[in-house]
């Protein structure tokens, strides 16, 4: 009797012992799980993280910035969810893209590529370039020129860019960057109507910049409406991508730090 009573007050404690740790971990993965899920709609319902791998829109946004885009700033489409599961046709909670707003978007011929340039045509619109200048339904857009932007490049050779301020006729103004005139299709384009439901791309700097001037099949045409993702809201970091991972001291100069937690306009 008083060794089966002491088996089985052995064997009590480990039976408790055992469903605590069970229970622990069930907490645990629990935790992971609903801390996942919040992750998943935060990131799908209210601001996405995206990071500049280009220079198609320099000066306003630089190689190595870390940006928010507002993903309930125009409505969610079925490329607004991972994988664009098509959950829905059309768009929801809906509205409209304004000219002159910096906006990322799926990549029309390649849906998993995300693109960010600034939207510069609407539905019905006629876009035209003409001698390295903007046209919007026949009238030019002004441009007021600004000092130019200089930097060294990566090879350490000075590099200047024409730098302007160009006014949307809805007030909205930004700026661009032009490495002078070019007798080119992208200097002097043809003129370009916007299809319904679609809009017109463009990159800040004009003449580095891959965007709706270049038909579907090798650049990004008209961008549909159901691609369009968010409007880019804020930089949040900026690196200075030509440090060594080591050399911590020049991740970030002056001209970095600026960006820091500034707004995208």
């Known amino acids: 009797m008083i060794e089966k009573e002491k088996v089985e007050t052995s064997k009590g404690p480990a039976v408790k012992t055992s469903t605590k740790e069970e229970e622990s971990w069930g907490e645990f993965f629990k935790t992971i799980f609903y801390a996942f899920l919040i992750a998943i709609s935060f990131r799908t319902f209210v601001l996405q993280p995206f990071s500049i791998p280009t220079e198609s829109m320099l000066k ?27 959950l829905f046709s059309g768009r929801i909670f809906g509205s409209e893209v304004e000219r002159g707003d910096v906006v990322v978007f799926r990549l029309p011929r390649d849906p998993d590529i995300y693109y960010i340039k ?4 609407l539905p019905g ?58 007798p080119n299709k992208a200097d002097d384009s ?20 891959l965007d709706s001037r270049w ?21 949040t970091l900026s690196f200075d991508n030509k440090s060594e991972i080591w050399e911590f001291w020049k991740w970030f100069p002056a001209e970095r730090r600026e960006r820091f937690f500034s707004n995208i306009n």
């Open 125 to 182: 619109d006629k876009i035209q370039t003409i001698k390295g200048e903007l046209h919007l339904n026949g009238v030019k857009i002004p441009r007021k020129r600004l000092e130019d932007y200089v930097r060294t490049n990566e090879y350490g050779f000075e590099e200047r860019f024409e730098r302007f301020e160009e006014t949307m006729p809805n007030g909205k103004t930004y700026i661009t960057l032009d490495k002078g005139y070019t």
């Open 190 to 209: 043809d003129v370009f109507l916007v299809p319904p439901g679609h809009y017109f791309a463009m990159g800040d700097n004009r003449d580095n910049s």
């Open 215 to 235: 038909p579907k099949s090798v650049g990004v045409g008209y961008v549909p409406d159901e691609n369009v993702i968010g409007k880019a809201m804020w930089i």
């Open 118 to 121: 600034r939207m510069i045509g």
């Open 60 to 86: 306003n946004l630089m190689v190595g910035d870390f940006l928010l885009v507002s993903k309930g700033s125009y409505g969610f489409t079925k490329h607004s969810f991972p994988f664009s599961v098509p």
